[in-house]
């Protein structure tokens, strides 16, 4: 059964940039859409970007379209989430989730432990 592991968070700079992993193990993420998520404290978790599992149709968040890209590496069963131009807003947790095929607003399954992201000067 699959199983999904964040990792690359930690401490940057506004204006920095991270790339933060999916990585998947029980099985492929081949035939699974792969959303990221933000929560930061008191607030609830957003989705800011998702990959469907042909890995042609991205999508993002209003407050990320432009600063962040969303792609796979099927060799290694990851999906990355690479975010540049890092804002003090940007500061949460990250999680990412799977959905079959796509993208569509439904329930998300598969959460990993997220991964934290903290951008400050």
């Known amino acids: 059964q699959l199983q999904l592991v964040e990792s690359g968070g930690g401490l940057v700079q506004p204006g920095g940039s991270l790339r933060l992993s999916c990585t998947a193990t029980g099985s492929s993420l081949d035939n699974f859409a792969i959303g990221w998520f933000r929560q930061a404290p008191g607030k609830e978790r957003e989705r800011i970007s998702c990959?469907?599992?042909?890995?042609?149709?991205?999508v993002y968040s209003d407050s990320t379209r432009g600063r962040f890209s969303i792609y796979r590496d099927r060799a290694e069963n990851t999906v990355y989430l690479r975010m540049n131009s890092l804002k003090p807003e940007d500061t949460g947790r990250y999680y990412c989730?799977?959905?079959?095929?796509?993208?569509?607003?439904?329930?998300?399954?598969?959460w990993g432990q997220g991964t934290q992201v903290t951008v400050s000067s």
């Open positions: 989730a799977s959905n079959p095929i796509v993208c569509a607003p439904v329930e998300f399954d598969h």
């Open positions: 990959i469907e599992s042909t890995g042609y149709t991205q």
